[in-house]
Every structure is written in C-alpha cells, then in structure tokens.
C-alpha cells in the first residue's frame, strides 16, 4: 500500500482524489495495490465537508512527519508551493504536480533536489492535461533527435478562436462565452496574453533538447489584437487561426514563439477545436508524432496525475541527472517562410506602389484591399527578419501607421 498527501481540494485536487477512490478495487484486483489518500491540505476544512474531517488538514508539517510515500502538489502558483514542494523532496517523498508556471520557473532545480535525494519530480499535467506527451519525450524518445514541436498548449485561447471562427463573433463575445462554460478564468491575462503556452513550450523544450529554453526566451503574442477582419481573411482562404506555440531547432541556436498564426482549415492543426490541446514532434528519422486530447480540466488533468502516480508506485522509478544546457536563441525563424500581412494607414489611402517596393523578394497576392486604409496580403518565400525590415521602413516613411504579419503553416 502507498500513501498520498493532496495538497489542495479545488478542481485539479478534487479530481486526483475521486479519480484514486473510483479505481482502488481495480487497482487491488489487478496489481495487488492500494493508494491511501492520508492527507488532504486544505485552507479551512469548513469549506469541504464532503471530505473526511479525518483527512482534512492545514498543517504542512503533519504531512513531512508522517510516513505517507507520494506528495500532490494541487494547489497552483508559485507560493507556497515550491517551498512544500522542495521540503517534501528533501523529507524524501515523491512529488507529482500540475503546476506549469513551478516547473518553467523552478523544474531544473527541483529535479536536482529530487536526484540528490533519490526521488522523483513527475509533472505530466503540466503539460497537455490528459496528454500523455511529457512520459512519451522522457522514457521513449530520448534516443531521437528532435528538430521542431509545434502545438495548440491553451485550451483557453483555442476555444475562444473556434468561436470566433465558427460562430463569427468578437474576442470579448468569446471571452464572455468561454468564461461563462468555465474554460477562462476571470482574469483570464495568462492565457489570453500567451504566457500559459510560454511555459508549457518551456518545459517541453527544455525536457526534449536537454537545452535551457526560459520563458523569457520566447516571443509570446497573445490573441487580444485580433480582430473581425483577421478572422474574416482566414477564413476567406480556407485557414483558421490559430495560437501555436513553436520551438525550430537550427544547428547554432533554438527559435520559439507564442504567436498567432495561419493554419490551413482541414489541416492536423486546424482541426484541433475548442478546449482540445495538441503537439506534434518532428524527430528527423521516424518523422512526426502527434499527440491530442482535452488539454484542462477536472478530470483530464487528475488522469495525468494519477498516470504519474502509477509510474511511482509500480515502476519506482528514480530521478535521472540530466543538467541543462545553455544555448543561444535565435530571436527570428531563420530560413524563408510564407506570411498574411496586414497593413493600416490612419492618415491616408494606401500607396500600392510605393508599399510593394519593400516586398520585392518574395511572391505577393492582395487579398484583401476593400478598404482603402487596410491592405491584406499573402507574402511567400521571404524570411522574418526582411519582413520586419521592409515594415520597419515604410513605417518610418509614414506609409503606414499599423502593422500585424502572422506565419502561414500548412
């Protein structure tokens, strides 16, 4: 028999443990095992009278002195919870969270202590909810090389863009909407603002290069400049956008980004809708892997918690050293890529002519020119850093006033 403390009883919490009581006979008839649940940390055990009292506890350091083999950190953020993470390491108990924001900032560290003490740090949820993409990257593909991962990590802002796109409402109506289903916090700053995929892209990097990849290493842009005419545009050309995540490994540095970006309607990505969460690994030789599901909630979430709980209790497995490395972050896609582009003059009609003087290294198509002052257009075969130049510059000669360019992936 195992025992496990929960820290915290909200959604994530509260899932994990009626996950554990709905499978113990299982787990009896099939593995001769059983998990105890010892502890839940709570704040005021007023608040959770369908619990045990007996299980109920706001006491921290009962937990450290009690014999329970398996500490759950659900509790989200980064205090306290990287203290009682870190105390419950080094008190030599296993430690499973979901806590995305803990592991970007605190994992190398964290899996140090686990080393030193001989535990282990498991974190699938952090990653994907019920994907199982972070157990997959650590035990089976360790021996490939990985050239790209490009996802959809926030089921938040892929909820909202399904509407927009498929109801043809604003981003404030499909905020309110998504809200209103429990898909959006009240502030829902970190998802909307590209942070939340930041870090998971982070953590996945960092898991499946062995290089250092901080969040502040990446270009993040969120969803909140979108508007109708984005939509509209994508939609007339048969894509739907899209807020991907991407990590490019070149040979002398690593390119990631949160940011916008055309996917082709039908495509892999493009039919990954609402709340579901997906990531693809290009690994050179055996090519691509995809994986999918519900990437939140209450119980996708606690089912990656509870496969991690498993990985302990029957393989009793140990934390392996794996120190980062340091690298150098290209802070452009390099190579030649295809782009939408948008430009707005508040001032005055747009001068084709003089525009498309600064867009001679690639292949253009207006597509959409109906207002005089916001000009659309298809770029293909032109790299990143020419296309910000070129924007750059009619921006100083006050051709333009507004500019956005989203990456077209097929």
């Given at each position: 028999m ?5 820290l ?8 994990v ?38 299980l109920?506890t ?17 509790m989200?953020g ?20 979901a ?6 900032e ?53 909820y ?52 250092q ?7 993040i ?5 979108l ?8 939609r ?10 991407k990590?490019i ?16 309607s ?10 579901y ?12 892997m ?25 393989n ?24 939408l ?43 990143e ?26």
């Amino acid at each position: 028999m195992k025992s496990v403390a929960i820290l915290g009883h909200g959604t994530v919490g509260s899932g994990v443990y009626e996950i554990i009581e709905q499978n113990n006979k299982y787990m009896l008839k099939t593995y001769d095992e059983f998990i105890n649940v010892s502890h839940i940390l709570v704040r005021n055990p007023e608040n959770h009278k369908d619990i045990k009292s007996s299980l109920l506890t706001t006491d921290f350091d009962a937990i450290l002195s009690s014999d329970c083999d398996i500490v759950i950190e659900a509790m989200g953020g980064i205090h306290p919870a990287y203290d009682y993470i870190r105390r419950s390491l080094e008190h030599r108990k296993h430690v499973i969270t979901a806590n995305k924001d803990l592991i970007a900032e605190h994992g190398s560290e964290l899996l140090e202590i686990a080393y030193n003490y001989n535990v282990t740090l498991n974190y699938e949820a952090a990653v994907g909810g019920g994907i199982p993409v972070i157990k997959t990257i650590r035990e089976s593909l360790s021996a490939h090389r990985l050239n790209s991962i490009t996802g959809i990590l926030n089921g938040t802002t892929n909820y909202i863009l399904s509407k927009m796109h498929e109801e043809n409402i604003s981003y404030d109506e499909a905020l309110k909407g998504a809200q209103e289903a429990g898909f959006a916090e009240m502030d829902p700053s970190a998802d909307v603002l590209g942070f939340d995929a930041a870090r998971k892209l982070s953590i996945l990097t960092q898991l499946s290069t062995g290089k250092q990849l901080k969040v502040k290493d990446v270009l993040i842009e969120g969803i909140t400049n979108l508007d109708d005419k984005d939509i509209s545009t994508a939609r007339k050309l048969g894509y739907k956008i899209k807020l991907i995540s991407k990590l490019i490994r070149y040979e002398h540095c690593l390119h990631a980004f949160v940011k916008p970006a055309y996917v082709r309607s039908t495509s892999q990505l493009g039919l990954i809708n609402n709340e579901y969460n997906t990531v693809v690994l290009d690994l050179g030789q055996i090519g691509q892997m995809t994986f999918s599901g519900k990437g939140a909630g209450k119980f996708p979430t606690g089912s990656a918690i509870y496969g991690d709980i498993l990985d302990i209790l029957l393989n009793d497995k140990h934390q392996t050293k794996k120190p980062l490395v340091p690298t150098k972050i290209c802070h452009y896609a390099q190579g030649y890529n295809d782009w939408l582009v948008r430009l707005y003059s508040l001032n005055h009609p747009i001068d084709l002519e003089k525009v498309f003087k600064f867009f001679n290294q690639g292949n253009v198509q207006i597509e959409d020119f109906t207002d005089p002052h916001d000009l659309a257009f298809t770029i293909q075969g032109m790299s990143e850093t020419n296309l910000i130049d070129s924007i750059k510059k009619l921006q100083n000669l006050n051709i333009i006033s507004v500019s956005k360019y989203f990456m077209i992936l097929e």
